[in-house]
């Protein structure tokens, strides 16, 4: 057997184009010979098949998927039989929400909204059927040229009900978009996928991201000790009844966000009801910089009082200096005799 390629046939499909290629798996255009529709195929590489963690997350990627049915999730259909592991979805035109973000600037206020409601509604129906997506980013969310939303690829995806089979990795998802509680290395729930709807909505209106950091490493320790950034931080001319929801979805403490996507989709439509609690006053964000500056300090700090410490112990082994030991093995020498007298004289 041998990695598909464009021009072969796989059981009722014929692969007629190249989508994608990620790092384990590969994605076609293909076309369905017994209903003549368009689909895309994902396709695992052979080297990865037999690997037993990454067979069950992918079987549960496709269970999860066959079942879920909603307008803004991509559909997962299901093959008359399959000779190798394989997935089958509907064929969605369009471009990631990725490209549309590329240029680093903010998307029209409305098309911004409109996106994250499509994107909370899609949560909101998989929260109902108990599926927690953890992995939500602009890769994953297609939109078309209608600006039709599409969430896409539940690789990590948990159903709370079922059994979770964990993949031994203690952080998963993408840096950017992981809540506090994945970072940290816990399977995360609704709430994480709230959180990373809320970054979504973040880059959307201001064209950047809350936490700055050169590596995933730097943002993800920044997300466990600092505040975000207020999004007036890039775009001043944001309505603060906007700031605040974008802030109340990326609290912290995830007892701290919106309870329910529901309640997230509540307030994006409709805005005029959110009254501004007082978050932007409250967070003390600090900037890569100052957070470099300030480990700096703590180092500097840390070197003086070691060498503090240590002239110390010099000075005090000088000013006191120790007594000397007691010699062992020479014997002490003898006291002087005592003068005899002089015998008397007959």
């Known amino acids: 057997m041998q990695d598909v390629k464009v021009g072969d046939v796989l059981d009722q499909y014929r692969i007629m184009g190249l989508i994608a290629r990620g790092g384990m798996a590969s994605i076609f255009r293909a076309i369905d010979g017994a209903t003549g529709a368009t689909v895309a195929i994902k396709i695992p590489y052979l080297r990865y098949e037999s690997d037993p963690a990454f067979h069950a997350r992918f079987v549960r990627e496709e269970e999860i998927g066959r079942r879920l049915n909603h307008p803004n999730i991509i559909r997962v259909l299901k093959p008359r039989k399959k000779s190798r592991m394989y997935m089958v979805t509907e064929f969605v035109t369009g471009q ?94 609704e709430r994480s996928d709230i959180y990373a709807l809320g970054i979504i909505l973040y880059e959307m209106l201001t064209g950047a991201l809350p936490f700055a950091g050169d590596d995933p490493n730097a943002m993800m320790q920044h997300k466990l000790g600092s505040d975000p950034l207020p999004p007036t931080t890039f ?32 307030d994006l439509e409709e805005p005029s009801r959110v009254r501004p609690a007082g978050r932007v006053e409250r967070m003390r964000p600090r900037s890569v910089e100052s957070v470099r500056r300030r480990r700096l300090v703590i180092r500097v700090l ?15 082994a000088n000013r006191f200096p120790a007594s000397p030991p007691p010699m062992r093995g020479i014997p002490k020498p003898a006291a002087p005799a005592a003068p005899s007298e002089p015998a008397p004289r007959s």
């Open 96 to 189: 990631p929400l990725r490209a549309l973000l590329e240029k680093g600037k903010p998307l029209p206020t409305e098309q911004a909204l409109d996106i994250a409601r499509q994107i909370a509604g899609a949560i909101v129906y998989l929260h109902d059927q108990h599926v927690v997506h953890r992995d939500l980013k602009p890769e994953n969310v297609l939109v078309n040229s209608d600006g039709k939303v599409k969430i896409v690829d539940f690789g990590i995806a948990i159903d709370r009900p079922g059994h979770l089979t964990w993949l031994g990795s203690t952080a998963m998802g993408t840096p950017a978009y992981m809540a506090p509680e994945q970072v940290k290395g816990m399977r995360g729930d």
């Open 235 to 266: 775009r001043p001319d944001l309505h603060p009844v906007l700031e605040e929801i974008a802030l109340h979805a990326i609290e912290r403490n995830p007892g701290d966000r919106y309870a329910t996507a529901a309640q997230f989709l509540a």
């Open 302 to 316: 840390l070197v003086v009082f070691v060498l503090a410490g240590l002239a110390t112990l010099v000075w005090l």
